[in-house]
């Protein structure tokens, strides 16, 4: 099983509201990731958690929020967004990142529209 | 900086015709090299690629690395319509780094 869900599927929220997205994984994976990504274009990596920390923040704004409460959850927090904050969110899972395996698989995405 | 950069950009071909992605990359603490198949939602895993020269194949597509050269190819044989998608590699270090994708278009 390589699944990994997101929740929820679409996602429409004004620049005042406060949302989450949240990931699930039941493969035992250490390491989780979000990535945005807009139309035409590749992902592009967010945040990394290993073991249950953060360890990698690509510089990404405040009004986005990571939280990882288990090694099998991940949610993103978000609040104030922009409408150029609108793209499709794409949360990811890899095996132990300092083992050998460490392909990510990737959960099927939060088109998210910010009005 | 860290790049991965593939080609063609876009293809159109004919089902049964075989397809050649390319995918260079010239990052540090390169790990391998990974490939996903795109459609409307998530990337799909395909290949990692570690050692040189290692064929790997699943079907009808394969996919080698030159770490020397640093490349990749993905190969597509008798391509289909269900092969039309956008085809992205991605870079291994302490995360992935993606290329803009290859989209491939394939017609009956």
């Known amino acids: 099983d390589t699944e990994v869900t997101q929740t929820p599927k679409h996602l429409v929220m004004g620049m005042t509201n406060k949302k989450s997205l949240k990931c699930e994984q039941h493969m035992g994976h250490r390491a989780m990731y979000w990535y945005k990504q807009k139309a035409k274009k590749p992902p592009e990596l967010m945040f990394v958690?290993?073991?249950?920390?953060?360890?990698i923040n690509e510089s990404v704004p405040s009004r986005f929020s990571p939280e990882c409460p288990n090694s099998s959850l991940l949610n993103l927090h978000l609040h104030a967004l922009q409408p150029e904050d609108s793209a499709l969110y794409l949360c990811?899972?890899?095996?132990?990142?300092?083992?050998?395996?460490?392909?990510?698989?990737f959960g099927p995405g939060t088109r998210l529209t910010v009005t | 900086e860290d790049k991965v950069v593939q080609s063609p950009l876009s293809l159109v071909v004919h089902e049964g015709d075989t397809v050649t992605l390319n995918c260079s990359y010239e990052v540090t603490n390169f790990r391998s090299l990974l490939w996903y198949k795109q459609e409307k939602k998530a990337p799909t895993f395909l290949f990692m690629l570690?050692?040189?020269?290692i064929e790997k194949k699943s079907g009808r597509l394969s996919s080698i690395l030159d770490k020397k050269e640093l490349f990749s190819i993905l190969n597509i044989t008798a391509t289909q319509t269900g092969d039309s998608a956008v085809y992205l590699c991605?870079?291994?270090?302490?995360?992935?780094?993606f290329g803009t994708g290859t989209r491939l278009q394939v017609f009956p």
């Open positions: 570690t050692s040189s020269g």
């Open positions: 958690y290993s073991y249950e920390k953060l360890s």
């Open positions: 991605a870079a291994l270090t302490d995360k992935l780094i």
């Open positions: 990811a899972s890899s095996q132990d990142p300092t083992a050998d395996r460490y392909e990510q698989y």
